[in-house]
């Protein structure tokens, strides 16, 4: 179940990356900030699932 998680995180940290870098090449402003409000949501998602992995029951809001 571990290894399932660590690449369930490795995925969504990679996701966020590609979004983070299709955001600074986007030409439409209002994209660009859908992009990055994107990125930043599989962020913290991946940093609650990895707190609740190391068993930290409490997810941060």
């Excluded at 660009?32 to 707190?51: V, Y």
Aim: proline share 2%.
């Amino acid at each position: 179940m571990a290894d399932e998680i660590g690449n369930r995180l490795h995925q969504m940290r990679e996701k966020a990356d590609q979004l983070s870098k299709a955001a600074e090449h986007a030409s439409d402003d209002k994209e660009s900030r859908r992009l990055k409000e994107k990125a930043a949501r599989l962020r913290d998602q991946s940093e609650q699932l990895s707190s609740m992995a190391a068993g930290d029951v409490y997810p941060s809001e």
